[in-house]
Nanobody, 130 residues
């Protein structure tokens, strides 16, 4: 059975940091790309960052580039999202998701599309106060 379990969310002041973790089980981790998405109330779910477990390629949305860092520990089947210099607009429920990796070019084109992700975690709340 597939499980993606996020942890590390919480309440932080603007300018602070959090590290989210996504622990995966039940599938061959190296064959998948892992994406972090977020959804704020009344807004669509958006891609934040993703990483290819196969070749380590990383991707970031413009809104978090330079502030967030995604990394993967393949030995632990875990992906991390280090979030620095948090802003109130980063407040959302953060989800991790897994998409079968069809190659570097495919993942580069599609890593921010929710429709390519087969498995999703339950989400973790991040709240940034001003």
């Amino acid at each position: 059975e597939v499980h993606l379990v996020e942890s590390g969310g919480g309440l932080v002041q603007a300018g602070g940091s959090l590290r989210l973790s996504c622990a995966a089980s039940g599938f061959t981790f190296d064959d998948y790309g892992i994406g972090w998405f977020r959804q704020a109330p009344g807004k669509e779910r958006e891609g934040v960052s993703s990483i290819s477990s196969r070749d380590g390629s990383t991707y970031y949305s413009d809104s978090v580039k330079g502030r967030f860092t995604i990394s993967s520990d393949n030995a632990k089947n875990t992906v991390y999202l280090q979030m620095n210099d948090l802003k109130p607009e980063d407040t959302a429920v953060y989800y991790c998701a897994a998409a079968f990796w069809y190659g570097s070019r495919w993942y580069e084109r599609n890593n921010r599309m929710t429709s390519v992700y087969e498995y999703w975690g339950q989400g973790t709340q991040v709240t940034v106060s001003s």
